[in-house]
């Protein structure tokens, strides 16, 4: 059973930094590229970091600079730094580990980030 849990989220001030984990279980997680979407009231979700199976990373524009994605292997876990957050950033963030070929895609149940004073 493919499993994804994430932990981490919560109420942070601006300014503010939280650290998001996705633990995997039930595939052979060094093999998947693994991605944090986020999904805010109202809007459709987006792409907000991706770490590729050999490491490469990209970002959204939006969190350029603020937010580093990491992977630990050994673990089977995937984190999301985020730094000198905004209230922009308040959304559900929801863990996300894919394979091309064969295609795989699998979805965590998501964690509630709230920017906020």
């Known amino acids: 059973q493919v499993q994804l849990v994430e932990s981490g989220g919560g109420l942070v001030q601006p300014g503010g930094s939280l650290r998001l984990s996705c633990a995997a279980s039930g595939f052979t997680f060094s093999n998947y590229a693994m991605s944090w979407y986020r999904q805010a009231p109202g809007k459709e979700r987006e792409l907000v970091a991706i770490i590729k199976a050999g490491g490469t990373t990209n970002y959204a524009d939006s969190v350029k600079g603020r937010f580093t994605i990491s992977r630990d292997n050994g673990k089977n876990t995937v984190f999301l730094q985020m730094n000198s957050l905004k209230p922009e950033d308040t959304a559900v963030y929801i863990c996300?580990?894919?394979?091309?070929?064969?295609?795989?895609?699998?979805w965590g149940q998501g964690t509630q980030v709230t920017v906020s004073s």
């Open positions: 996300n580990a894919a394979y091309a070929r064969p295609f795989y895609d699998y």
